[in-house]
């Protein structure tokens, strides 16, 4: 299922930047640059917490949740620090766009797939 929801984020990623397309190359390049800053920390994230919390008692995979959590936030800020600093013309509402609408797709994409259709992932 995670490998599906990932794939779901990549398309949604596309669609921003396709959708920007009108409004210049800043915009698609922010749209990208806001897809990607949602994408890059929820792989981070799912892979720190599945790859270790399989098996681990609940105390310890708690505390392994937790820590993949604050890392996800840090790695969303500096992307989002990085964005500013490096790429010339952003185009703000582009930007945040394309984060909000990724990071909502793979929110109702992982309550939304069926984790058992299709096989494991």
């Known amino acids: 299922m995670i490998s599906r929801i990932f794939w779901v984020q990549c398309l949604l990623t596309a669609m921003a930047a396709a959708i920007s397309v009108p409004f210049g190359r800043d915009a698609v390049l922010s749209a990208l640059a806001g897809g990607v800053n949602s994408l890059v920390p929820t792989v981070y994230f799912a892979h720190r917490v599945l ?26 800020c500096g992307m989002f620090a990085a964005a500013f600093v490096l790429l010339r013309g952003l185009n703000m509402v582009a ?25 494991r992932d």
């Open 95 to 119: 930007l945040f766009a394309g984060f909000i609408v990724v990071h909502m797709g793979g929110l109702i994409a992982s309550m939304t797939l069926d984790p058992h259709g299709g096989g």
């Open 51 to 76: 790859r270790r919390s399989r098996g681990a008692r609940s105390g310890r995979a708690l505390g392994m949740w937790l820590r993949a959590e604050v890392a996800k936030i840090a790695i969303t």
